[in-house]
């Protein structure tokens, strides 16, 4: 079930990876762009090259599915109409491509009838290879290796997980999640895909994310992977992730656990919610 569209996302996702480390490798250029939110953020050659890579070997391959790409207009009308969607990130985490920390990941989901079922989430700097289909299982290759299956961890004592964190965007409100949960540990690295990764391995437990500045096209593919790994991908309130919405913004944050401590860490947050002034965006 869907092996064509899989082989196809994994085939782009390496090549438009190559292209990216062509230019990770030189002196680029960083532009600023204002995104769907109003707000900017950096952009590259590698990111517009990247998608039009993948998105021309979509179209070529599944000419009758809608695409949506960062890096690429909206056509919101074909979107909605469509049973299949294919949702891009060709560099989620343009930051550390930027900053050349090579936490950085070519993201290719695919969603039917607004749930993910397909992911593709590549880190080319680190030559990992993470991909699911639902109800297949969750798998990694790292180096061209031949692909392991992944599980996530059985934890679900708050206290004793290890939280996955951005090392971009700190805030006061995360270090007030961190005293207020009393993680362990703290692991700090750049792009959802490659945090949400972590998850899947065993690596971390738990990744917070309580802006609703992300997009569509940073958790499609993550979760699908993440949760044919055991894991939940959830908004912060607990509220199912649709990827057939108008709005590309996941207004409600992100929260992405192993799975077994995935209800109690919905009810934790539930007073620093409140505190913060956070109410669910319907």
């Not at 599915?65 to 109409?81: N, W």
Request: aromatic letters at 6%; proline letters at 4%; one cysteine or more.
């Amino acid at each position: 079930m869907l092996q064509h569209e899989l082989e196809t996302a994994i085939t782009l996702a390496r090549i438009a990876g190559k292209k990216i480390l062509e230019h990770y490798a030189t002196d680029f250029e960083t532009e600023q762009k204002l995104g769907v939110d109003d707000l900017y953020e950096p952009v590259t050659i590698a990111d517009k090259e990247a998608s039009r890579i993948i998105v021309d070997g979509l179209e070529a391959a599944f000419p009758d599915d809608a695409i949506l790409s960062e890096e690429e207009t909206d056509d919101l009308h074909r979107r909605l109409s469509k049973r299949r969607v294919w949702v891009i990130d060709p560099i989620d985490g343009t930051a550390g491509f930027v900053k050349k920390d090579g936490d950085f990941a070519v993201q290719i989901g695919l969603a039917e009838a607004g749930v993910a079922v397909l992911g593709v989430v590549f880190l080319p700097f680190h030559d990992s290879m993470s991909y699911a289909v639902k109800g297949g299982g969750s798998f990694i290759s790292i180096g061209g290796a031949e692909p392991e299956r992944v599980r996530t961890s059985d934890h679900t004592d708050l206290t004793k997980m290890t939280l996955a964190m951005t090392r971009n965007h700190p805030t006061a409100r995360m270090g007030r999640i961190i005293e207020h949960f009393g993680f362990a540990n703290v692991v700090k690295r750049g792009s959802v895909g490659l945090k949400t990764g972590l998850i899947a391995t065993r690596e971390c437990d738990i990744y917070i994310h309580p802006s609703p500045r992300t997009k569509l096209w940073d958790t499609c593919a993550p979760q699908i992977i993440l949760e044919e790994a055991g894991g939940r991908l959830t908004d912060i309130f607990g509220g199912e992730m649709r990827y057939d919405t108008p709005k590309l913004q996941n207004f409600n944050g992100i929260l992405a656990t192993n799975g077994p401590a995935h209800r109690s860490a919905v009810e934790h947050l539930r007073p620093l919610l409140t505190e913060f002034g956070r109410v669910r965006v319907l």
